[in-house]
């Protein structure tokens, strides 16, 4: 290490760094950086170099692509529900998928674990009891996720519509009538549970 210049030093840490990321699943935390015997001050300065990318405070990659979007998603967020737009992608209903991932989250959780830079999560506060409700699973690539199911879905997309474009929810909510695997009675159950009763009624009854 005595013989090696500045530069040779700088890309034998960072190639350590990454090998360890590697190990730990693309991610390591900054105590585990410096764990290595590595100043933070090298971290900044890789940071600014973008060498290695921060996923949020105190995590990160060795950049974007090295770790896709849903892996990091999943494993930051475990105890979270897919919801509204993320849900609906994961569902198929939309076919992009969109900016921001949406979570549904316990309400006492810390609001600093959404400061992320990437990706962008928008998290949808409830209580602990009303987040269970409604909860299976689901797979995106290779991560796997809590979500609603499409009943709990429906629910959540009428509650919270100003938070959802008009046309996505109007095609949603098409699309689920002529689904013929629809659980009405389960659907008319969240319904009185988050109280959006008489939007189901308006909305999907004259359908049914």
């Known amino acids: ?16 760094v990454k090998e360890k990321m590697a190990e730990s699943g693309g991610i390591l ?14 971290v900044v300065k890789w940071l600014d170099e973008g060498k290695i990318f921060r996923l ?47 979570i549904a989250i316990d309400k006492n959780t810390s609001k600093s674990r959404f400061k992320m830079d990437f990706p962008l999560v928008r998290p ?41 474009d008009r046309n996505i929810l109007k095609d949603f909510l098409l699309e689920y009538i002529k689904d013929e695997n629809k659980d009405i009675v389960r659907l008319l159950e969240y319904a009185k549970y988050r109280k959006v009763s008489a939007k189901v009624q308006t909305r999907i009854g004259v359908w049914l």
């Open 56 to 102: 949020k405070s105190g995590y990160y990659a060795a950049s974007k692509e090295d770790k896709p979007e849903e892996d990091i998603v999943a494993g930051f967020f475990p105890d979270g529900v897919l919801t509204m737009d993320s849900a609906l992608y994961a569902y198929g209903y939309l076919k992009e998928q969109p900016m921001e991932w949406h």
């Open 124 to 164: 949808y506060y409830t209580e602990e009891e009303v987040l269970k409700v409604g909860v299976t699973t689901t797979k995106i690539n290779e991560a796997t996720f809590k979500i609603y199911d499409k009943e709990r879905l429906v629910c959540e997309c009428l509650k919270y519509e100003d938070k959802l």
């Open 29 to 42: 935390k900054t105590a585990d950086i410096t764990g290595l015997g590595i100043d933070y001050r090298r």
């Open 1 to 16: 290490m005595s013989k090696m210049t500045r530069r040779e030093k700088d890309e034998y840490l960072l190639n350590t």
